[in-house]
């Protein structure tokens, strides 16, 4: 698992993990597990994730279906972008 960004400048990088929020623990731990895969660079990174949150929230979606699953950290992310249960 890396902390860079290939298709990114380095300096645009590091602007946007300087201005990210802190990771959250349950991803984290997450990533770590991951990383221990033979395929753990598979996953996508933390900021990859927090614009899928975003995403989410700024289409409005109120449902998700995600194909191809690795180990549920995209999956989580989505989740977490999408309103809460209605009564």
């Known amino acids: 698992m890396s902390d860079t960004n290939p298709y990114l400048d380095p300096a645009l990088y ?3 993990r300087g201005v990210s ?3 959250d623990p349950v991803l984290g731990a997450l990533r770590e597990e991951t ?3 033979p395929e753990g660079a598979m996953q996508i990174s933390d900021h990859q994730g927090r614009l ?3 995403l ?3 289409i409005g979606a109120r449902r998700a279906l995600e194909v191809g699953v ?3 950290y995209s999956s989580i992310c ?10």
């Open 14 to 16: 590091e602007y946007i």
């Open 78 to 87: 989505v989740a977490r972008g999408l309103p809460d249960e209605e009564s």
């Open 52 to 54: 899928m949150t975003l």
């Open 70 to 72: 690795f180990t549920g």
């Open 21 to 23: 929020l802190e990771p």
């Open 35 to 37: 990383s221990r895969l």
């Open 56 to 58: 989410t929230r700024l």
